[in-house]
């Protein structure tokens, strides 16, 4: 009797490669979900540092303002431009000082707000106490 040699297969067959390739594409359809999510979160990531970002500079003025309530007082009253964010939101800073202290040298109370200005959702506040040496 004559015997048979197994004969190794010489490659992938057609069916193989199409059920690779129907495994890969459901694990990409898994995946899908996860980086949507994930791309969401990086947007609302860069909104939040750039309205952190803003209150920072805004607080950082008000600190080296000259040592006067009223400097203070007049800075809060100050409109400030709507600012476009880095993705292109529309972003609305409000600022507020405190009432003047009764005694000097004393601090002045100086808060700090931004807001999105389509949805008008609060992103970021802070407020910072501001020494100031006299009324005027």
Do not use: H
């Amino acid at each position: 009797m004559a015997t048979q040699k197994w004969r190794s297969d010489q490659g992938t067959s057609l069916v193989e490669i199409v059920v690779a390739m129907f495994i890969l594409a459901m694990l990409s359809l898994a995946l899908i979900p996860a980086l949507i999510a994930a791309v969401k979160q990086s947007a609302t990531n860069t909104l939040l540092s750039s309205a952190t970002q803003l209150v920072s500079a805004r607080l950082d003025e008000a600190r080296v303002q000259s040592a006067t309530c009223a400097a203070v007082s007049a800075l809060a009253a100050q409109a400030v431009p709507e600012t476009k964010s880095a993705n292109g939101v529309m972003l609305r800073i409000t600022q507020l000082a405190g009432p003047c202290p009764a005694a000097y040298p004393g601090t002045v109370k100086f808060t700090t707000s931004v807001f999105r200005s389509d949805s008008n959702a609060l992103l970021a506040t802070a407020a910072t106490l501001v020494y100031v040496q006299s009324a005027n």
